[in-house]
């Protein structure tokens, strides 16, 4: 009979504090976000396909942040699909070691995924500007070598 007291009154107590523990955690992500807005660079570490060569795209981690239909749709030769909501779940996967590369469709998504990690200590991470759409508008793996081609008339 005393056990269920127990059990009772412990879930009590959690059920009191919860709120405290609830802002406490709140508190530190907010202080975290500050903290990194305070000193990241201006363009969110966002990286254009033509800056990338060809040959470079081989020292990128590339993570798809669409959905799992999408990326089977199409994606970057060497993705890994991560869902932009599950970046921080499945940090693990992710390498600190080597540059990381993050695109969705249009670049807002992964600049979501982007942030969290960054704050999570992700300090290897870029963004895709302007994502899928526009790596592939700009040329693909090709798009730093259609860059730097003399216009022709």
């Not at 009154?9 to 406490?24: E, G, H, R, V």
């Not at 869902?83 to 249009?106: F, G, T």
Request: charged residues 25%; contains cysteine.
């Amino acid at each position: 009979m005393k056990l269920p007291l127990i059990t009772a009154s412990l879930m009590a107590i959690a059920l009191q504090f919860t709120p405290m523990l609830a802002a406490a955690q709140d508190k530190a992500a907010v202080d975290a976000m500050e903290s990194y807005l305070d000193f990241v660079e201006y363009g969110g570490a966002t990286i254009f396909p033509e800056q990338i060569p060809r040959d470079d795209w081989k020292k990128f981690f590339v993570i798809d942040a669409r959905d799992k239909d999408q990326f089977n749709k199409e994606h970057i030769p060497g993705a890994v699909n991560i869902e932009w909501r599950r970046a921080l779940a499945e940090r693990s996967r992710i390498p600190k070691d080597k540059p990381v590369l993050l695109y969705c469709n249009s670049g807002s998504l992964s600049a979501q995924a982007g942030f969290a990690l960054r704050v999570a200590g992700y300090e290897n991470v870029r963004i895709l500007q302007g994502g899928f759409s526009e790596w592939k508008a700009k040329g693909g793996l090709d798009a730093a070598e259609k860059a730097t081609r003399p216009v022709k008339h």
